[in-house]
């Protein structure tokens, strides 16, 4: 059985250790990784009770974890809110990706993608990022999903995957510090706990086919939350046994879709 990346990082800081290397602790408290064998929900577009069969919440940062549940914190990591463009324009203009003097746009959902160019701009961002993340530690939730880690794909060609990882790596230590563990989200080719990444949220991981390249990375410790009959169908039948699975409608909304395997 492989064995995750976080059990070969501890066990290079004890060898470290006991040659007198070893540096500070990358978290203060261990992360709790999310339950196994349970169902999770998604809510990110407004809350919802839950059947006792759910076990694990993913919420927007902005709501109230929910009570006995494993509570999942949503921050957007890599591009602005919508509704948070204000902040952006008035506060850290100068940490929006620009392509000849206009914000670049994730055309889906209307989103400015961060920039990430340089190491001095990645360490503001993760400051800022870094808070939020903090605040979802305060506000009681256990992990943290940290969204559009393949912003760079959409960033016309300016910021490349070595960036990317660079920043990421920063965002998961800070998670880390707050004793939150991290969900990596996208990009389900790399491996991302060769920076730190517990567990995944694979979103459409049936329709893309990718469900096996998480499952790989994180074993057990997959959420994948599907959006089509078709596609939810598939991951019932060919990942269900291993991963939680959820078929949510698009907006996420209190009174939209919800199923499970």
């Given at each position: ?28 408290v261990?992360?709790?990784?999310p ?38 914190c ?35 959902w ?13 360490r ?68 991302g ?27 057990r ?28 409608d698009?907006p ?10």
């Amino acid at each position: 059985m492989r064995r995750p990346a976080r059990f070969a990082a501890r066990l290079v800081a004890l060898v470290l250790l006991g040659s007198g290397l070893a540096a500070a602790p990358a978290y203060a408290v261990d992360p709790t990784l999310p339950p196994v064998g349970t169902d999770f929900d998604y809510q990110l577009g407004g809350n919802r009770p839950v059947p006792d069969r759910v076990g694990i919440e993913v919420r927007d940062r902005g709501a109230a974890p929910a009570d006995g549940l494993y509570n999942v914190c949503y921050v957007n990591g890599f591009q602005t809110q919508e509704d948070e463009k204000d902040f952006w324009r008035e506060q850290h203009w100068d940490l929006v990706l620009k392509d000849d003097g206009r914000a670049v746009v994730d055309e889906g959902w209307g989103e400015w993608v961060l920039d990430l160019r340089t190491p001095a701009k990645r360490r503001a961002l993760a400051r800022i990022v870094g808070r939020w993340v903090a605040g979802c530690a305060d506000d009681g939730f256990a992990g943290v999903e940290l969204d559009n880690l393949d912003s760079y794909s959409r960033s016309h060609g300016l910021i490349s995957r070595t960036q990317t990882k660079k920043y990421a790596a920063l965002l998961v230590r800070r998670a880390h510090r707050a004793g939150l563990a991290v969900a990596q989200k996208n990009m389900a080719q790399w491996d991302g706990t060769t920076v730190g990444f517990d567990f995944a949220i694979a979103e459409e991981c049936a329709h893309w086919r990718e469900c096996g390249s998480y499952v790989e990375h994180y074993g057990r410790h997959v959420l994948a939350v599907e959006y089509t009959r078709k596609d939810f169908r598939r991951a019932c039948r060919t990942v269900a046994d291993e991963i939680a699975v959820v078929r949510r409608d698009v907006p996420l909304s209190p009174h939209g879709v919800r199923r499970w395997c």
